[in-house]
């Protein structure tokens, strides 16, 4: 994503009013009018799913009632399911699953940030939430409720020792959820971190549900 990108957009939104717009029985008011799609475009949006203008839908994605902001790039065949979130200028391959809640944070300012990417294949269960640039690998599997920040600790535990990422799930990657202890003046507490706990086999298909992956590994969903 191009820093100019971000700008236009930053200006865009001080050019615009905020202006009424009825779609069927809903009625909004916005500076943004939402994303027109044409049964040419091979896309299916499910009421009362929204995507904003300046946004990409590829061909064959599904937007159930989720929503798509400015900017944002969502890959072909990808399903955006049920109150999913992609935020502006986040960048969604092809062929991805964001389960139902899941959270795609934006990046407008600063300029320099750097979008999420979540790359081709990826399956993201029901509400993880990744922000601040993170990448997720191709057909990388987050468990639901993975948390992901540039500055949470992701950790392989597969190995004798552990090997800490952060910012980045490398492809294939099963991900877990996790704690892991943390010294304060007042005390140890648990703190968030996700854990690396196998690969996805060369054998499972992309459009294996996330039971079916978890379980490989005897983990309970």
Known sequence: MHEWVKQAILLYFKLRNVEPETVGPFRYLDKVPLKQVEPADGVRVVPPAVARRGS??????????????????VGPRTMVDTWATVGSCAQIGADVHLAGGVGIGGVLEPLQASPVI???????????????????GAGAVLAPNVSLTASVPIVDVRGPEP???????????????????????????????????????????????????????SIGT
Request: some cysteine; glycine content about 10%.
């Open 163 to 217: 090997v800490e990422h952060r910012g980045h799930v490398p492809p294939r990657s099963v991900v877990l959820p996790g704690t892991r202890p943390r010294s304060y003046p007042a005390g140890t507490f648990q703190v968030a971190c996700a854990l690396i706990v196998g690969e996805r086999s060369a054998a499972t298909d992309l459009k294996t549900s996330l039971n079916d992956v978890l379980r490989e590994f």
């Open 118 to 136: 979540v790359e081709d294949g990826a399956f993201l269960g029901s509400r993880c939430i990744v922000t601040e640039g993170v990448r997720i």
């Open 56 to 73: 990409f839908l590829s061909p064959g994605v599904v937007l159930m009632p989720g929503y798509v902001n400015i900017g944002a790039w």
